[in-house]
């Protein structure tokens, strides 16, 4: 089972920054507001010791490690909803 989670804010706080520094990604995370327009994803997963010793235990022929998806979207503005920034279009992701 997968886990998204969305990195939301207002526009040049470090949610790229934050993205980067999750997903060890170097998506531009820049000193200027909307630097990110399209959403940047990064998958990550997660360790779990006691996964190699459950494999060995049921003899399981793959070991998939849960994962964590982090999307870091657009900053949010005041009247988005009315169309400033962005708009509503980071709602779409």
């Known amino acids: 089972m997968a ?4 990195i939301v804010g207002l526009p040049n706080v470090g949610k790229s920054t934050l993205f980067n520094a999750l997903t060890k990604n170097q998506v531009l995370a820049a000193n200027y507001p909307f630097a990110t327009i399209e959403p940047n994803v990064g998958v990550v997963s997660l360790p ?7 494999a060995e235990i049921f003899s399981s022929e793959r070991v998939l490690p849960a994962t964590v998806s982090f999307v870091d ?3 949010i ?4 909803s009315e ?5 509503n279009q980071f709602l779409a992701n």
Do not use: F
């Open 3 to 6: 886990l998204t989670i969305g």
């Open 48 to 54: 779990d010791p006691r996964l190699a010793r459950l």
């Open 73 to 75: 979207i657009a900053g």
């Open 77 to 80: 503005v005041r009247g988005a």
């Open 83 to 87: 169309g400033e920034g962005l708009g």
